[in-house]
């Protein structure tokens, strides 16, 4: 089982940006294709943005692309979601999750129903 630790979170003001990570354990982690999701108070978790293990693929929700970005550091078994022009609807807990299968095509990453377990989390709140 992959242990996940998010962290980055914190309150901003509209426009402002939050960089977040996410350090994920595991001696495989460069085969892990990584995910970020969120989850708003009385909303259901939902993707965000997913990263292929060797970063050459990347997806975003559409409410998200051109202001917010994914990369990873291999080396340093992190993820990392730079978040640009933070709007309040961006308020949420923001996760990551570790997709151990690696299939990106066809692939279940995408789908928080597909894991079993979730860190924390990190708290994004952002002001109007």
């Known amino acids: 089982q992959v242990q996940l630790v998010e962290s980055g979170g914190g309150l901003a003001q509209a426009g402002g940006s939050l960089r977040l990570s996410c350090t994920a354990s595991?001696?495989?982690?460069?085969?892990?294709?990584m995910a970020w999701f969120r989850q708003a108070p009385g909303k259901e978790r939902e993707f965000v943005a997913g990263?292929?293990?060797?970063?050459?693929?990347?997806s975003y929700i559409d409410s998200v692309k051109d202001r917010f970005t994914i990369s990873r550091d291999n080396a340093k078994n992190t993820v990392y979601l730079q978040m640009n022009s933070l709007k309040p609807e961006d308020t949420a807990v923001y996760y990551c999750?570790?997709?151990?299968?690696?299939?990106?095509?066809?692939?279940?990453?995408?789908?928080?129903?597909?894991?079993?377990?979730w860190g924390q989390g990190t708290q994004v709140t952002v002001s109007s």
């Open positions: 990263m292929s293990w060797s970063g050459g693929k990347t």
């Open positions: 595991g001696r495989t982690f460069t085969r892990y294709i």
């Open positions: 999750n570790a997709d151990t299968d690696g299939v990106w095509y066809g692939g279940s990453w995408n789908d928080p129903g597909h894991f079993r377990s």
